[in-house]
């Protein structure tokens, strides 16, 4: 697990209700547990910062940093597509996106990556396939400063051979047998709740984990995905064994930001959208 990404899935995970602020030391202290050094964990903060996500705010004289607008934003998306129990239904339209020609090679990985984390998949050198359009395609694109067009279609003539030539479907089904195996395996190991400090970093490695899929899977419909695919079998194991942790672990994050000096706060407040 690297600093960056613990990082983000500390923020999205666990501080909705905190309002997506933590002291530094608190941050410190949580990606510790999950066995990450403090000059790690520092630097991943001061380059998120610098990247427009997290901002440095204090609170009762504590410094910390709260996630940006654009980053509350970009956590809520993520979350949401984490935990959520089904992929979600399809009215049978495809959205073709072609992209104007990136200035360098640094702005193509860019646009590769941030297609990519949106479901879309690479159909010619600049033009880009996707079962359902991306709410945040446009704030995306526009903040790499790539141009782009696009159009919606009902006719996909072959649809699954076009689908089995965009994305690495084989792969991606080992990969979601291989989550399920170990994750069933955890389960047993944690069908008795753990201490706070053994669940939140337990919780975090199966989070992060899960969490990669955001970037490989496009979320297609059933009617286009293989017979027998293990995805949502993946799916449900993993939401049965993150919400057997979220408690104990909850409690580890609520107790290491208070010995860090944030204020007290309701575990349950309206602003918690996760699970």
Not at 39 to 52: E, K, M, W
Not at 184 to 193: A, E, M, P, Y
Request: aromatic share 10%.
């Amino acid at each position: 697990m690297r600093a960056r990404s613990a990082v983000f899935d500390l923020y999205g995970d666990h501080l909705a209700p905190h309002g997506y602020w933590a002291p530094i030391s608190g941050v410190i202290t949580l990606l510790n547990a999950c066995g990450i050094a403090a000059p790690a964990t520092r630097t991943a903060v001061s380059r998120i910062t610098s990247q427009g996500w997290l901002e440095p705010v204090s609170r009762n004289a504590v410094r910390g940093y709260a996630a940006t607008p654009a980053g509350r934003e970009r956590l809520s998306e993520a979350w949401a597509r984490i935990y959520r129990p089904t992929t979600a239904d399809w009215d049978g339209r495809w959205q073709v996106v072609v992209t104007g020609r990136p200035v360098d090679r640094g702005q193509r990985d860019r646009v590769t990556a941030t297609l990519g984390y949106l479901g879309y998949g690479r159909i010619a050198p600049q033009t880009w396939l996707a079962a359902r359009p991306a709410p945040e395609l446009a704030s995306s694109l526009d903040g790499l400063g790539i141009d782009y067009s696009a159009f919606t279609t009902t006719d996909l003539p072959d649809a699954p051979q076009v689908v089995a030539r965009t994305w690495d479907l084989t792969e991606l089904a080992a990969s979601y047998r291989a989550f399920a195996t170990d994750t069933r395996q955890l389960r047993n190991r944690v069908s008795r709740t753990l201490d706070p400090q053994d669940a939140y970093p337990v919780r975090a490695s199966l989070l992060h984990r899960w969490r990669k899929f955001l970037f490989v899977d496009p979320a297609l419909p059933v009617e286009v995905l293989p017979e027998g695919w293990p995805g949502q079998s993946a799916r449900d194991l993993f939401l049965e064994v993150a919400d057997q942790l979220l408690p104990p672990a909850r409690i580890f994050v609520t107790d290491a930001l208070a010995a860090a000096g944030a204020p007290a706060t309701d575990p349950t407040s309206a602003e918690d959208t996760q699970r």
